[in-house]
């Protein structure tokens, strides 16, 4: 009898000691026919954000080069009127005869105003060569025409903005006819280049004026489709920059005798100048969005000097011009360098 109760307790002990912990609960099966509901592992991840709508109504304004492939233009600058005339110096007094006062007079009111920049030293034309080197990265060739023009290169974006190189007169002509806007514009939006007409440092510390005024702007004022799929964006330009101001005369001849020095300054001789530039450039433009490349672009430069306003300050040329870029067929070889003689 004590065995059999002992073996009845084993027995209950080890059916115990299988049974599930209370509290767990098991799935209920689903009944026959009845879909699964639950969401996917796809449907619980955070959706992408959509990527912004494109405005039609504007256009980004791109140059369009390949490897292999330059783009070349020739901007031509045709004068056009009559040259700038100089001022006329003020007339001299005669030296008279015997005399050291006469003398000393006319060396210290000798005018002092610098040469007026001539026509020569700028270059009558300039073909730009764009294109893409096989490491993705945009140059730009400049090639002046003129006696002793040197070829110049620069590193550019791919919106024409010249980020490394060139200087003067061949920088903003670059930059006049090459440099894009930086964003997508449309009909009636303007931006500005990054065009310098006149170096200030170059006025010397012996200018004293106002600060200058600039009006640089250019505008999309058409966007039109063309033929095949093209885009037509109209570009006009408006730039003007003035500077006006007085220079003081301080070319003295160092054998001036200290009295003729003070004599001038008692008959109250002017020892400072007048002196004014004005740069205006006005243009037009068709660029073609698609193909990357300007179909025309015209223009006018004048620039007008008053006094012995300084030249190196002006980083255009001095008159009238017409200007006009031309698409060339085919982009001219890169010059070699020339070889040194032997001694």
């Not at 730009?140 to 070829?151: D, F, M, N, S």
């Not at 514009?185 to 004293?208: C, H, I």
């Amino acid at each position: 009898m004590k065995r059999s109760l002992t073996g009845l307790v084993v027995a209950l002990s080890l059916v115990a000691c299988k049974e599930e912990p209370r509290g767990q609960l098991e799935p209920i099966p689903r009944p026959p026919g009845m879909k699964d509901t639950a969401p996917s592992a796809e449907a619980k991840a955070p959706a992408a954000p959509a990527k912004p709508a494109v405005d039609a109504s504007k256009a980004l304004l791109r140059w369009k080069l390949a490897a292999g492939t330059p783009t070349a233009y020739r901007l031509t600058l045709e004068r056009t009127g009559h040259a700038p005339v100089a001022d006329e110096p003020a007339p001299q007094e005669k030296p008279a005869r015997g005399g050291r006062k006469g003398r000393g007079k006319e060396k210290a009111e000798a005018p002092a105003a610098a040469p007026a920049p001539t026509a020569s030293a700028f270059p009558s034309a300039l073909t730009f060569v764009l294109e893409r080197t096989a490491s993705g990265d945009d140059r730009l060739r400049v090639i002046p025409e003129g006696k002793g023009a040197t070829a110049d290169e620069a590193s550019i974006s791919e919106r024409g903005f010249v980020l490394e190189g060139l200087q003067g007169i061949t920088r903003n002509a670059a930059t006049l006819v090459l440099e894009l806007p930086r964003d997508a514009v449309g009909k009636g939006d303007t931006w500005s280049l990054g065009t310098e007409l006149m170096t200030p440092d170059a006025l010397g510390a012996f200018f004293q004026g106002q600060p200058p005024e600039r009006r640089n702007e250019v505008k999309l004022v058409g966007l039109e489709p063309g033929d095949g799929g093209e885009q037509v964006a109209t570009v006009e330009y408006d730039i003007f920059e003035s500077r006006s101001g007085k220079i003081r005369n301080v070319r003295k001849p160092p054998t001036v005798p200290a009295r003729a020095v003070e004599e001038e300054s008692e008959s109250g001789a002017p020892s400072q100048a007048d002196v004014s530039a004005e740069v205006t450039i006005k243009g037009r433009g068709e660029f073609l969005v698609k193909a990357g490349r300007w179909r025309s672009w015209e223009g006018t430069l004048s620039t007008v000097t008053k006094g012995p306003f300084p030249p190196p300050a002006l980083q255009v040329p001095q008159g009238n011009y017409a200007l006009r870029l031309t698409a060339l067929e085919s982009a001219p070889a890169p010059q070699q360098p020339t070889a040194r003689p032997q001694q």
